[in-house]
């Protein structure tokens, strides 16, 4: 008689380590669980960080992220950089993994870091120009500084105007 087959759930990832941290970034590493025991591919991860520790009663309310790489076969390194987080933060982080079914494995290991300080300001804006003007309208231009120096993107402008000078 054929009794039938069952599936195996995933196995727990449990060598999550912090392979990196900026000021709004931490990267993750870990090694590849198996679909069935030690041996073939999951299907999917969910990673997920809180500012508290991640526990199985609490990995509903954590943030999940978004992008998170596709599983390579069991044994391999792996690595996700998590963006978008607040500088001088402290993150912790878990992650899942699960099968086509989807049998899902437990939670891995849970790993911290804080992000660094962000001490470096954006260059200051040297080209400011008035284009067009207008009875009650000016257009200007500039080139946009980066969020550090002259590097990545700053978040806004603090932009005023005085009949006198500034």
């Not at 900026?22 to 870990?30: P, Q, S």
Request: no cysteine; aromatic share 8%; glycine share 10%.
């Amino acid at each position: 008689e054929n009794i039938g087959f069952i599936e195996n759930f995933t196995v727990k990832l449990g060598n999550l380590v912090i392979g990196g941290v900026g000021n709004n970034n931490i990267t993750l590493t870990w090694t590849a669980p198996g679909d069935d025991g030690n041996t073939g591919t999951a299907t999917a991860y969910d990673i997920r960080y809180s500012s508290s520790v991640i526990t199985e009663a609490n990995w509903g309310a954590a943030t999940q992220v978004t992008g998170e790489p596709t599983p390579a076969p069991a044994g391999t390194g792996q690595s996700f950089v998590v963006t978008g987080l607040t500088a001088s933060t402290t993150y912790y982080f878990a992650i899942k993994a699960s099968d086509e079914v989807p049998n899902a494995s437990a939670l891995s290991n849970v790993a911290s870091a804080q992000t660094i300080a962000d001490v470096i300001p954006p260059a200051a804006v040297t080209n400011l120009a008035v284009v067009k003007a207008k009875s009650r309208t000016l257009t200007l231009t500039w080139t946009a500084p980066g969020d550090d120096g002259s590097s990545g993107t700053a978040t806004g402008y603090d932009m005023r105007y005085s009949m006198e000078p500034i």
